[in-house]
């Protein structure tokens, strides 16, 4: 969904330095001045501007023989904070440990970042032959078991709604069996996809169950050609009693 810049002047660069840095992905870590300018139609000296004042306060840095901007050690400072202020991430990094012990799998976070789902945390499995999609990777949060997963709380309205949304993709198959998918997951407490997001893949990811409703999801992803019906269902079991455990675990920790 796209942030509308608010008219109060004073505002206005705040949220235009915000965006350039929501624009920074996994599959597009650095950034130039022109590819600013060309990609929020600001022009050239306000894509400089903003740029540099990012760069002053450390949330980028410059590569000078590239002249282009890449995320800063402010943004790692930052983060550095969220894993001290309470004991939600380190009760992830426990609970993906024993998940992936239990599973043999790669095993991941994701978080909803506006109308895309995102890998926070990811364990590959240790296993030669794995299927991994990498912290940072985001995709549609129509596609893949993840993005499922944060849509399982969500009213059939709602689905409708964001589907209309101009930068949300058309599920594979439609809206129809985007719905009906997300009907059997919220019987189940768990969505499965097959190559979605990772080729030659299959994941299977599950809501988390003490953070706000469809803000995050844990998923299992494996190659294909291990990953049979038999697997699967155990994988999904073992999900399913891992959120119930924590939710045992973190009844008292207060939800985004």
Known sequence: MDTVEPSVTGTQSVF????????????????????????????????????????????????????????????????????????????????????????????????????????????????????????????????????KALLLGLPESEVRALLREPDVPAPIGGADALLAELAVGRRRGYTVSGGETVAGSVSIAAPVPWVREGLAAYCVIAPESRFGPRERDAAARTLVEEMERLRSILQGHTPY
Not at 31 to 48: K, M
Not at 139 to 147: K, L, S, V
Request: proline content about 6%; glycine content about 8%; overall charge positive.
């Open 16 to 147: 235009r330095a915000l965006k350039i840095l929501h624009a920074f992905t996994a599959a597009r870590p650095t950034l130039t001045g022109p590819e600013v300018a060309d990609l929020f139609g600001y022009s050239l000296p306000t894509a400089y501007r903003l740029l540099r004042a990012l760069e002053a306060e450390n949330f980028l840095v410059l590569d000078r023989s590239t002249r282009a901007y890449s995320p800063g050690p402010e943004i790692l400072r930052l983060a550095g904070v969220m894993l001290h202020r309470d004991a939600l991430v380190a009760q992830t990094q426990t609970s993906l440990v024993r998940l992936r012990a239990l599973t043999g799998e790669t095993v991941a976070v994701y978080w909803r970042l506006g109308n895309r789902c995102t890998c926070t945390q990811e364990m590959p499995s240790p296993q030669v032959t794995r299927a991994e999609a990498g912290i940072g990777a985001d995709f549609p949060i129509t596609r893949g078991a993840a993005g």
